[in-house]
């Protein structure tokens, strides 16, 4: 980031949730780089930037949708960059039907599934020699991981490199000129995407637009490169993907991907988030972003490895075989063999989502008994807040391993519910463990950031009387599970007695950390140089003879040297700062290098020099380790028949990708569309302008009386909850206050849960600076105290103002932490992404009134009241597709009662009443 | 009483660590917070809580003073993060006074090693202490950057390691004294409580740690936040410039830990003069309301060892616009009470010899 010469800081707010990474935002700005911080509030990070452009919460797609049109129709685009490095050139299937084409849907959606076949969004194939044009992909078979089965977060299942095309081999038309090649359609995609409707749609003044595209299209191009950065304000939202997408496809066009200061950064919230899904507490993921197996798609090892790359395809994930054999090898050692299909029927298979909220619905079903909460507190960090804590005495028991007594493990006495009468203690037949855990001083380990870096950690002291780090924690639990099971002769216990657990001890009994990553790195099996440590990936093999606990880690303990463990102050002398950490995969700090030089290799410029083809030792060579086949000239045209990295052409920077190209536009893979594409959000007082569908039509919906929405637009009782409110994280406080309420130097600096509203809005509500506001959602009533501040701005969309409301979601009800407060998540409802499953908590719709809550159970009869009078009932929001004369005659119906223009007397705010 | 035989200077420019008589002075050691760049993180402040082991103060209430919620310096606050929110009005007002300080031919342009007195046109801020840019106004670009609606600034405050610091020349004790790295330091074991330099400070910045008002909160039905027993109750409290951690040429964690560099800590001649370039960039960028605050050696307090770059006033930040050090007309005073005695002896001389005849 440190060499962007411009920066924009969009669905994040960098300076007060990664203050840390935020130096190199700093050090650009004093290099002298542009930044620009768009966001829906003024925040810490809009007061050093140098322009803050105010946004509608949620309609982000529009924006970036409105930067694309304008680098399109301004000729702004870096064309040779476009027509080599991505897939502008490609042919996509004469079958493609647009949004455009069909008022807001894709070609291919079933409204019966609510999901897309997505056959007509692949490539067009080259006709084959009996001449039958089949399309890339018809096979239906090819296609069930991404539409029939149910809900099983498809985007995450095919791993980093996008879903399998069957051969490398795709048609071109290098003048783009062909209307079904991809940048026509993207063109076409585009066009209603103008400043007048970013306008209408994001309330994006004119002149703010025009700075932005300006600053951006200015600052891209052979010599300057522009940076995106983004975080939970992009991936908490129904189409959270799409907006990174969007971002994707802008940043392609502007040649700004695999450069240095390009980009497009996904700041990661906690010390190693990025960790935890390379090495993943995801549902769907095995490690290295190997997809988990599905049940009835996956029964033999064979399909399994088809679904996630052909042998055919280019690019890296065609060894896609080694990769999951030495995982298993490093999983069950000597118990995974070739006869036994390196044991891939030891791992469970998928038969749906199992995410959190899919955990949370189970529990109420009564269908889970057990539960841990490790590193998370439910309780006041999940949407639908309610529903959680209402979720957790459904179990027989949980398990809370933190480093305080949290909300998630004290519910059971003084959550809300308690409070409100709703749950009584001694009803409550859930026995809660709490087991105290070590702090990230007192164990040893890495962390895994934003930029890819594994950092070691080194234990500072020991962990207080019981607590014990999560590594001790589990190993133990390990040895007492497979003690249990020790003599069992049960198949089912196979795998816990195969599995390798035989970590070398400290002199404390603790299990070594080191030893845990020399076996992620991989290790040499056989042969005469077994037990190695194991140098790359690329020596990772299909065979047996290596095990690798996460291949894309591979390399980080090369030669027995832990590489995270490197500390050169700067990172050494060299710019890309080699000495210091480990960058996986195989220590390059900048992804897809590549592209940093021309099709023939050379820098695109001096300033932006990187990594460049050197004729005279005919090897890639630069400032990084080069992300490309190191000896494969930029010209060289290997046959796309050989598949897999062998048949990488010399103009192939993409070597994760099945093509080689970066993708405008994503024949597979994401589950809601080939392009992103503006819906509004689950619940939104704004019409769609662009099409008659409102909201994604491939939502994941959950119509329940505990999960309720607010009308959107068109809908009756849109006046009820008028307010858009969004919410975020403070840089005192962290995320559900498990590591900052019980500190007495954090908790003092914000002390109280309170709600950011404009000057108009205080006014119009009656709120008053520092008072008491109460704020009411169809989940949830909370109280928060007020600052007024011209922090918020309210927006012009549509014709009319749209306020929006900020909430800081720290706080939680409990009588354990130094500082305590309403839960902002009790206000979210559980609507989904189809590609991550990540819910949609930056917007929502919600009324806001002056004074505090009621209190022992009144507060349930106001939630009620406001259900009633916005007529709400589960199938509000969720009608998978926009009835277009529902919509017209409801507005009608609205308009002729006369009461959506005008606010109904009954809901005046009722200071008065409590 | 004051200690006057020291003999030490009272106002004006000099090196405080060698006018103490240390035998080994070392290089004078200070601040440089370049509120420019600050972020608002408050790291600052809890770095400095736990590295002093500070007790947390106040009362766990939203003041609604913007993001400030521990309200300003005190005994247990050390460093202490200003948060100000200002419209358009405003920052034309701000540009336009710092546009001032600079075309009024501010002691600004006047770097340490001139010599030169301050020229005679000077206005009365000449003697104050902010100032402007090094640089002749008439050349900058006054392009005014792009965020001119609304702003929200903030600023970390500290102990400002006066040259001719109040506190230390009032205590009647010896407990204030002054370091070998010109740095102002209570020394908690001889402090006798009488808060005398509390008043003596003319920024406000030290305070008597209280005795029963620094429990934990004020709170109804509040039973949580116990804290470790408030230390050193009764004494005087305020920075040290982490003078334990400058002996073991540790730099002070305020600095160590601020993520973007705005609290920059060294060579207090270096700092001054960078600050003076980094005031000088800013104009250039036509961000002309700039200006330094504690650099200019010939203020009320013979600058200080922390400085600060403001967007604003100093009052904006709650910091005095002219502070002067309550001893600064001590050798006046004496001279003056000197006359004022011989002539009452005088007097009384006369009026025995009077009485005699």
């Not at chain 2, 009362?59 to 200003?82: C, F, I, K, P, Q």
């Not at chain 2, 540009?95 to 046109?121: I, T």
């Amino acid at each position: 980031m440190a060499n962007a010469d411009c920066i924009v800081l969009q669905g994040g707010n960098m300076a007060e949730a990664h203050p840390v990474g935020f130096q190199w935002v700093s050090e650009a700005k004093a290099r002298g780089a542009k930044v620009i911080h768009v966001d829906p509030r003024f925040t810490r990070t809009s007061a050093v930037a140098d322009r803050h452009i105010p946004l509608r919460a949620g309609s982000d797609v529009a924006l970036l949708g409105g930067l694309i049109n304008y680098v399109l129709t301004h000729d702004k685009w870096f064309k040779e960059y476009v027509v080599a490095y991505t897939n502008a050139a490609t042919i996509v299937s004469e079958d493609f039907r647009d949004t455009e084409d069909l008022d807001g849907l894709f070609s291919g959606f079933d409204p019966e599934t609510g999901k897309y076949d997505m056959t007509s969004w692949s490539y067009a194939a080259p006709k084959s020699e009996d001449g039958d044009g089949k399309v890339e992909g018809s096979d239906p078979s090819a296609n069930d991981a991404n539409s029939n089965t149910k809900e099983t977060a498809p985007g995450d299942a095919h791993g980093s490199g996008g879903p399998a095309l069957e051969h490398a081999e795709v048609l071109r038309d290098d003048t783009l000129q062909d209307p079904n090649t991809v940048f026509q359609i993207l063109k076409r995609h585009y066009a209603r995407y103008t400043p007048e409707l970013v306008e209408e749609l994001c309330g994006v003044s004119a002149a703010d637009f025009d700075y932005l595209a300006r600053a951006v299209t200015e600052n891209s191009g052979r010599d300057r490169t522009t940076c995106f950065g983004y975080a939970t304000g992009w991936t908490q939202h129904t189409l959270g993907a799409q907006f990174i997408r969007t971002a994707a496809v802008l940043q392609l066009l502007l040649g700004n991907v695999g450069r240095p200061g390009g980009g497009i950064m996904a700041l990661r919230g906690h010390a190693s988030i990025q960790g935890s899904t390379d090495i993943p507490t995801l549902f769907n993921l095995l490690p290295g972003y190997l997809p988990m197996p599905i049940a009835g798609q996956h029964d033999t090892l064979q399909d399994y490895l088809d679904g996630i790359a052909s042998k055919k395809q280019k690019g890296y994930w065609a060894n896609a075989d080694a990769y999951f054999v030495s995982l298993m090898k490093s999983y069950f050692g000597d118990g995974a063999t070739a006869e036994n299909n390196w044991g891939f029927d030891y791992l469970p298979r998928l038969t749906g989502a199992h995410g959190t909220y899919q955990t949370t619905l189970a529990m109420l079903a009564d269908e889970v008994e057990g539960f841990f909460v490790l590193g998370q507190n439910p309780a006041v960090g999940s949407a639908n807040g309610r529903m959680q804590r209402l979720a957790l005495p459904h179990l027989k028991w949980m398990v809370v391993r933190d480093l305080s007594l949290i909300e998630s493990a004290t519910w059971w006495k003084d959550s809300p519910e308690i409070a409100s009468g709703e749950m009584r203690t001694e009803d409550i037949e859930t026995e809660v463990f709490f087991m105290p855990a070590a702090t990230h001083v007192e164990k040893a380990g890495t962390f895994t950031q934003t930029q890819r870096l594994l950092q070691w950690r080194h234990k500072a002291l020991a962990p207080p009387e019981e607590c014990q780090s999560d590594l001790d924690f589990f190993y133990q639990l390990g040895v007492r599970i497979r003690e249990l099971v020790a003599e069992s002769t049960d198949e089912r216990d196979r795998p816990l007695l195969d599995m390798t657990w035989d970590y070398p001890l400290d002199e404390h009994g603790d299990p070594i950390p080191e030893s845990v990553l020399r076996e992620i790195n991989g290790v040499q099996l056989t042969g005469p140089d077994a037990g190695r440590a194991l140098s790359g990936y690329q020596e990772l093999k299909a065979d047996g003879s290596t095990a690798c606990g996460c291949w894309i880690y591979s390399g980080v303990f090369a030669d027995d040297v832990n590489m995270s463990a490197r500390r050169t102050p700067q990172g050494g002398p060299g710019v890309s700062q080699h000495e210091w950490g480990w960058a996986w995969p195989a220590d390059r700090r900048i992804l897809y290098n590549r592209a940093s030089a021309d099709p023939d290799g050379k820098p695109w410029s001096e300033r932006k020099k990187y990594i460049w083809w050197d004729e005279a030792q005919q090897r890639w060579v630069g400032d990084d380790v080069p992300d490309f086949p190191v000896d494969r000239a930029p010209h060289a045209k290997p046959d796309p028949e050989v598949g897999g990295p062998a048949a990488i052409t010399g103009d192939d920077p993409f070597i994760m990708q099945s093509d080689g190209k970066g993708w405008l536009f994503a024949p597979k893979g994401l589950v809601d569309g080939p392009l992103p594409t503006h819906y509004e959000p689950q619940e939104s007082p704004v019409d769609n302008a662009l099409y008659t569908q409102q909201q994604s039509p491939t939502r994941i919906m959950y119509a329940r009386e505990d999960n309720l929405g607010a009308p959107s637009y068109g809908s009756k009782g849109v006046e009820v909850f008028p307010y858009v409110f969004t919410t975020y994280r403070l840089t005192e406080h962290h995320t559900a206050g498990g590591m900052s309420r019980w500190l007495p130097y954090l908790s003092e600096l914000q002390p109280e849960m309170f709600c950011e509203v404009s000057p108009a809005l205080a006014a119009e509500r009656g709120l008053e600076e520092g008072g008491w506001a109460t704020i009411i959602s169809p989940r949830a009533v909370i109280e928060a105290r007020v600052l007024v501040t011209d922090r918020m701005t309210p927006l012009t969309v549509g014709g009319r103002t749209v306020h929006q409301v900020g909430l800081p979601y720290h706080w939680g009800v409990g009588d354990q932490a130094i500082v305590t407060g309403d839960a902002a998540n009790d206000l979210i409802g559980i609507t989904l992404d189809p590609n991550t499953q990540i819910q949609e908590s930056k917007v929502g719709s919600c009324d806001v009134i002056a004074g505090r809550r009621p209190r022992d159970g009144a507060e349930l009869e106001l939630l009620d009241e406001y259900i009633r009078r916005a007529g709400v009932t589960p199938a509000t929001d969720n009608q998978r597709l926009t009835d277009p004369e529902a919509e017209t005659a409801a507005l009608s119906a609205a308009e002729a009662e006369g009461d959506f223009a005008k606010p109904n007397p009954d809901d005046e705010p009722g200071g008065s009443r409590w | 009483m004051v200690n006057l035989s020291l003999g030490h200077q009272f106002s004006g420019p000099t090196d405080p660590a060698a006018d103490a008589h240390w035998p080994d002075v070392r290089e004078r050691k200070g601040f440089f917070t370049d509120t420019s760049i600050c972020i608002g993180c408050k790291a600052c402040e809890v770095a400095c809580k736990e590295w002093n082991h500070n007790p947390r103060d106040g009362d766990l209430e939203l003041t609604a003073m913007s993001y400030d919620n521990t309200v300003s310096l005190g005994a247990s606050t050390w460093r202490h993060v200003a948060f100000v929110e200002q419209d358009k009005e405003r920052i034309e007002v701000a540009r336009e006074s710092g546009r001032r300080l600079v075309s009024l031919g501010m002691p600004s342009v006047r770097r340490p090693q001139d010599d030169a007195p301050p020229g005679p046109g000077a206005s009365a801020d000449a003697t104050g202490t902010t100032d402007g840019a090094p640089t002749a106004y008439g050349n900058v670009d006054t392009t005014p950057p792009d965020t001119p609606e609304f702003r929200w600034l903030m600023a970390s405050d500290v102990c400002k390691h006066c040259t001719h610091a109040g506190c230390l020349d009032v205590c009647p004790t010896g407990a204030l004294m002054r370091t070998e790295f010109g740095t102002v330091v209570v020394q908690d074991d001889v402090c006798n409580g009488c808060g005398t330099c509390v008043a003596g400070c003319p920024f406000g910045v030290v305070e008597r740690r209280s005795d029963g008002t620094a429990a934990p909160t004020t709170r109804e039905g509040e039973r949580k936040g116990e804290q470790p027993d408030v230390p050193k109750r009764g004494v005087a409290q305020k920075c040290t410039l982490c003078y334990d951690r400058l002996l073991d040429d540790e730099t002070p964690a305020c600095a160590k830990t601020c993520p973007t560099t705005s609290i920059k800590f060294g060579d207090h001649d270096d700092l001054v003069t960078d600050a003076r370039e980094r005031v000088a960039q800013l104009h250039a960028q036509g961000m002309t309301e700039a200006r330094l605050y504690g650099a200019n050696e010939l203020d009320g307090v013979g600058g200080t060892g922390a400085l600060f770059l403001l967007l604003d006033e100093p009052e904006v930040y709650g910091l005095p616009p002219d502070p002067r050090v309550c001893t600064a007309d001590l050798p006046e005073m004496a001279k003056r009470a000197a006359i004022a005695t011989g002539g009452m002896l005088a007097a009384a001389a006369l009026a025995f010899l009077g009485g005699r005849r």
